[in-house]
């Protein structure tokens, strides 16, 4: 299932705490406070859990963290003004060898 999760969070430590997380799971940054990822439904549910707790140490108002449920399809459909994002490195379907 591939995610999009945004967020605008005030909180300097909440948004690191959070951005962390999203890259500990393997999600790829698409723009400072947008990420997106494959991830299973259960370890989204371990996930978000994980978001909430994160979220739980002070949401200001007007503080929020979005999650969509995106088609592969849609995806790839992107468009972008500026740098793009790498969608065929981010759908797994690019091979990439580091040295």
């Not at 799971?25 to 400072?32: A, K, L, P, S, T």
């Not at 259960?42 to 996930?47: A, L, Q, R, S, V």
């Amino acid at each position: 299932m591939l995610r999009l999760v945004s967020y605008d969070l005030e909180n300097d430590k909440i948004r690191s705490k959070t951005s962390r997380a999203l890259l500990r799971e393997g999600f790829e940054r698409i723009q400072f406070s947008v990420f997106v990822g494959e991830i299973e439904p259960d370890n989204w549910k371990e996930m978000w859990s994980k978001l909430s707790e994160i979220a739980s140490e002070g949401l200001g108002p007007g503080d929020q963290i979005c999650s969509f449920i995106i088609s592969p399809e849609q995806f790839r459909k992107l468009q972008s003004l500026g740098t793009a994002p790498d969608v065929e490195y981010i759908m797994g379907e690019k091979v990439v060898l580091y040295l």
